[in-house]
């Protein structure tokens, strides 16, 4: 944000400190107001979403703002990426081939939506911030290079020349590069950080590797040793390079080391020497380095996105705020605040919105200061559950009965502890019956015991839980018991009706049953207290996962795209039943004899983009990539080693060991943080209103209560003690790493963070400029 | 230590308080004096080595004591232990065959040794510390039962019956419990402290894999698939778990997925799931739980051990303590001080003993507190290096020649940056000439010019740098070069000399000569700086990748143990130039067709305790270990599985995962705590006195200085400014990350930790109670 427009917003606030000092109803705001709220608004969703785009405070650029983060704008971008990745599965090399003025046309209306996309960020931001943004120009060079490519690829084809799309390979870039693609960035610039020094320890590594490799050919080269396939052992230097470099992978192990250990056993020495120090204490280090990188800018970045979402809630504070009687500090009054919330987060509900007020205004004044006013985007990113207790459906239509001691029987029995015991004997039984031969009579038969079982157990759930809140968004299992037992069912039913029929079985319906059936057994897990915790890490380390597959699938497109114009066609497939002489050697007579050909490996190959992906995750688990490598290099030429090593070193040496130092982090953080303090301050708030609902039950998965989101607070006759609204703070699988270590920063920020309003250092937060080390 | 005890010691001190106001000679010390002195070195040394011996305090036991400390004692039970482990090269199935009775001989003599040394440890503890400590009577059963395996095996084979030696399996436990495995016995108690939790995330993992091997069964068993050699793909339950077990370790990957995915490209989303699943996530996790656990009791572990430390150098104080005047706090005098010094570390020199007093009474009292005196362990464990400038011998000798201008502008060229990147450039091509054939007489004469060349430059050093401080213990890089070259040199004569004279080569010599010419090369990764900083980090981490090398000869050592009597003899190997026809399968007809014999894995056996070795490290590094395993269960029996499954649990799961610990927080402890506060206060006294070192001259390791550990003063005739005696802290190599985090700890204990005096809690150090998570 420009140095006048600062000076403008700190003119605005104060005009307003002077001249609205009374009440403002939502209902009678003049325009003025109105964009203002607009734009604290934007503040604080900004803030709640950690968006760092500094958009025009104009009120037409605050609209074309708030479009711009619409959901379905959003929504729509991604589709489009997805579209113009996707198009890789139609042209050529192509799973399902269409014509090329198909593909074009696609990623022509593709190209254009990027574009408009574009334009429409342009509006929105100031022209000289956006032109310094590296994303924007990243963008706009992709839809520029694409435009040119398809172009001059459609001249070519049409004139019959020989042409490449070499545009593809820039894809996914986009999906790094929008406005939406945070974290991924993040992934991207904490590998960009990590870089150089992993590039000196590579280099020390690879010293290594050479020096092993000379002395190799010195002791081995003149020995006249023979491979097992009778080729000359180590007498090539690069081969020996190549072959050692491998062994790092652990690929070729020990085949490597056989002829050696086969001519005396004191060459062992050699090779245990090579293992110790460049597996073990090289890859070692690489992880070590990566994840001291990883610690070291992760906290700074979230240090800097706490300062701006600070930052951008005390604007949206000076925004609001009005000064209570004379030299009074600036304060924020409810109803404002009210209106606020109600624009930042439409669908929240008065009950929740009242909570949050509560926690924030705890002396009951009725107005809140900057403090207060700035942890709202973190009480807003709090998920809190409102549950209703509500009656079940039977007990309102048939009491006598609902209330009836047998009816109180099954409920007590359902709710019971050996109930879960029983079912959990019930499914390892089942899960005996699976692995049994289905054909048998009895197994097969037993299986629609096993299905009346869970079918009554969903019954006697729903009748002695309101269904509603059985089918309440949090209560995962319910519903994947419910869906697994009612497809199965399904499934079954359609099976065993065709059976009858016509004798026919169809082997995709039996697979999806037995898939059904297998996954049934998962839910084993949830009755062991410890596995549901670990369970629960996982899932929260879930959304960190789901980054790396995004940085994943960037890797292998790029990759895949090269890989298919350096290998397609040059490995051919041929189904089991062909009986063609060529399958021997997948269709290319230069594999005659390889292990690559022995070993069957003709599917692997780069002949559309499915397979090469398939190709480059073998490729990642690294066994027998060496194999894949000196398939594809008899095909074409020694030097294709270099698109295997290279996609080694990237992937598995650094994506991988980022990886792994996610996980280590997110695991560390997730032990050593347990509570965050604002979450507590709410929570301690729900219990001192005595709304809380207790977590044990909760846990249970049982609980008598229920989910709603609707506005209205009238709640129907609830037969029991408990207050008819209740809230919980959403399961904790909600938060994140992120989240944490944001809350984390926050508790350390505050003392001194308030009185400071000027601008974070670093202002391009998209891309900061950290020292490479 | 007893009540009793310690009641005895504080009357001790107080008497001595009242009665020794004056100064104390080392020359007129009566016996009681001597009895404290003794008693005082041994709790000084004890804090500076971090023993955790509750010794009796009586005079004769700390005789004992002292005696039971001696390195000579010390190394002698190292050496008894490996005589004891190396007994398994003789032993059959042996490497070298030696008769049973020289064998049982050798043995009978290790136990005995152990027996004394453990009536010696008797003797110098109280009885009843003796038998409460786990490693002593550890030590006892093993010795009896190893003499009652001895005696049974050898009546048994001496009647001629089949016997094993199954005591051998124990023989490595007597290496983890001796007085000086304290590292080894905490890496233990590391794989301990992780063990529940990691137990819990394999159950989790073990559920995930037979769950999915239940749905492999249920979707691939039915279809008729067959594998590369033609057996029935994924029918048989216990095989698929096998088969799905072996792809986490990645080895069998993508084989394993061939068939299916050859049938559909559908089937590989399975094992896509079963890869990211099980492979990527639960490896990650095994990891994060090994370190999250190993950075918790780590800290614990330290900060238990510092206040041990703390807490022996708070008695040796009382031991020398006297009072100043009336009232007047406790101190403890200089001569006290020196005497204490010079019994705790006889080799000291004086001036660094001056030196480090002056750090400690830093106001020249002439005597120090407590608070002082504590610190004396750790200012003991800095290494000081006395650095004496001294003049050439050729200065000496030949004055006017050594101080001509010629001469003067040699010493110049060979200090010059450029001589450093001449010599560089110089091993360059010589790598390359090392590279070419050496049967081609350039090559080979080429060589004799750069032996000519690494001799001069040598020589060149050694004539302008004092040959004493040339060969300084601290410079690494010069007695590299020196013993590199001069056996290289030496080797080449005598492999052309042996040439010219018979015409006949020595491979064993050649050999040699070709390691040493390659080992050359290795120095240039001390002329780049950043490889110099990643050597020093490794070089730093070293000893803890030592503790896990002895952590790794115990655990194969069982491992070795158990499979010899499981396989001995089992797999033949034939020499390469053999006829047999047995060759072709490892002498084993069941062999006939498998993978193992395919790819002539016959050496791969555990018919003596080296092969046994060398396949466990093959095994280790996972790649082809279901290929050995299904080999070894091909000879003996489909449960020979659980050998090598165990073998991955215990080696791939956890041990190696708990090194990545150790070099991961090795790694991060050397970059976040960079300085110590007390090295940097003896440093800052060293600078204080002008004595110290230019850093920068130590690094580039030409320094013009010597180190002398002699306790003379009497310095030479320097014809230069500097002072004659310097101090220099010795190469930051010899931190460990033990020492780093120990201080570290004992800066946070510093505050409190003066005014109590009692024992620490927990008083059992050796093998402290954690509560298991």
Chains 1, 2 share one sequence.
Not at 126 to 154: A, E, M
Not at 424 to 434: E, Q, S, T, Y
């Amino acid at each position: 944000m420009s140095e006048t427009e600062n000076a403008k917003c700190h003119s605005l606030s104060k005009h307003e400190g002077l001249n609205n000092g009374g009440n403002i109803v939502s209902s009678n705001v003049s325009d003025e107001m109105t964009e203002k709220f607009d734009l604290a608004t934007v503040y604080v969703s900004d803030a709640q979403y950690n968006r760092n785009i500094f958009f025009d405070t104009s009120p037409q650029a605050v609209r074309l703002y708030l479009l711009y983060n619409h959901w379905f704008m959003q929504t729509l971008v991604y589709v489009f990426i997805i579209i113009n990745l996707a198009l890789a599965l139609f042209e050529d090399p192509a799973v399902v081939p269409i014509p090329i003025w198909a593909t074009s046309t696609i990623e022509i209306i593709c190209l254009s939506a990027f574009t408009v996309r574009m334009v429409h960020y342009a509006k929105v931001i100031p022209k000289d911030k956006f032109w310094k943004d590296p994303k924007n120009i990243c963008i706009i060079i992709v839809v520029t290079l694409s435009f040119i490519d398809l172009t001059i690829y459609g001249a070519l084809k049409t004139s019959g020349y020989f042409s490449i799309r070499w545009s593809r390979v820039l894809r996914p870039l986009l999906l790094v590069n929008v406005t939406e693609g945070r974290q991924l960035r993040r992934a991207f610039r904490s590998i960009r950080n990590a870089l150089p020094q992993i590039a000196y320890v590579f280099l020390l590594f690879m010293f290594s590797v050479l020096v092993f490799s000379l002395m190799a050919l010195k002791l081995f080269g003149k020995r006249g040793l023979l491979t097992i396939d009778g080729s000359p052992y180590f007498t090539d230097y690069l081969d020996i390079v190549f072959d050692l470099y491998v062994l790092v992978t652990t690929a070729n192990s020990p085949d490597v080391m056989m002829p050696a250990y086969n001519y005396s056993v004191f060459f062992t020495i050699f090779f245990i020497l090579y293992i110790v120090i460049n597996i073990y204490t090289f890859m070692s280090f690489f992880l070590a380095v990566v994840y001291n990188n990883y610690k070291k800018y992760l906290k700074e970045e979230v240090r800097q996105l706490v300062k701006a979402r600070r930052y951008k809630m005390c604007r949206a504070f000076s925004l609001l705020q009005e000064t209570r009687g004379e030299g009074g500090e600036p304060v924020v009054t409810q109803a404002k605040w009210n209106l606020l919330v109600k624009l930042a987060k439409p669908k929240i509900s008065i009950a929740h919105r009242e909570l949050l007020w509560n926690v924030l205004d705890d002396q009951n004044k009725g107005h809140i200061g900057k403090i207060a006013f700035v942890q709202l985007a973190d009480l807003l990113s709090i998920q809190v559950i409102t549950v209703k207790s509500q009656a079940h459906p039977i007990q309102i239509c048939f009491p006598s009965l609902y209330n009836s001691s047998a009816s109180r029987f099954i409920r007590h029995m359902v709710h019971h502890r050996m109930f879960v015991y029983v079912y959990d004997l019930i499914i390892l039984v089942n899960a005996v019956f699976i692995g049994l031969d289905e054909e048998n009579p009895v197994v097969s038969n037993a299986e629609w015991g096993f299905l009346a079982l869970y079918m009554l157990e969903i019954i006697l759930k729903l009748y002695s839980t309101e269904p509603r809140a059985f089918f309440a968004r949090h209560h995962f299992w319910n519903w994947f018991d419910t869906i697994i037992v009612v497809s199965a069912l399904f499934g079954t039913i359609i099976n065993s009706a065709l059976k009858h029929s016509g004798g026919y079985t169809s082997r995709q319906i039996l697979d999806i049953v037995f898939i059904m059936r297998v996954l049934r057994l998962i839910r084993l897990v949830d009755s062991i207290k410890r596995f549901r915790a670990i369970i629960n890490t996982l899932i929260k380390i879930g959304p960190t996962i789901l980054t790396f597959g995004q940085l994943i699938v960037v890797v292998y497109y790029i990759f895949a795209m090269v890989g298919m114009e350096l290998f397609k066609g040059k490995v051919q497939f041929f189904e089991p039943n062909s009986t063609s002489p060529d399958q021997e050697y997948c269709g290319n007579p230069l594999l005659k004899g390889t292990t690559f050909a022995k070993l069957n490996y003709c599917k692997n190959n780069f002949n559309n983009v499915i397979s090469s992906f398939i190709v480059l995750l073998e490729l990642t688990v690294v066994n027998q990539w060496h194999v894949l490598a000196s398939g594809f290099t008899a095909v074409t030429h020694v030097s294709a080693r270099i698109f295997f090593v290279l996609f080694h070193i990237v992937v598995v040496i650094i994506i991988i060991n980022i990886f792994v130092a996610f996980i280590l982090e997110a695991f560390l953080v997730e032990y050593t943080i347990d509570k965050s303090d604002l979450q507590t301050s709410l929570e301690k708030k729900i219990e001192e209103l005595e709304l809380n609902v207790q977590q044990d039950s909760m846990d249970t998965g049982l609980v008598d209560a229920m989910e709603s989101n609707e506005n209205d607070l009238s709640s129907s006759e609830a037969g029991k003690q408990k207050p008819s609204l209740m809230f919980k703070i959403a399961s904790r699988r909600s938060r994140t790493v992120d989240g944490l270590l944001q809350r984390m920063f926050e508790r350390d920020l505050r003392p001194e963070d308030f009185n400071e309003e000027e601008e974070p250092e670093n202002f391009n937060f998209s891309n900061p400029v950290f020292d490479s080390v």
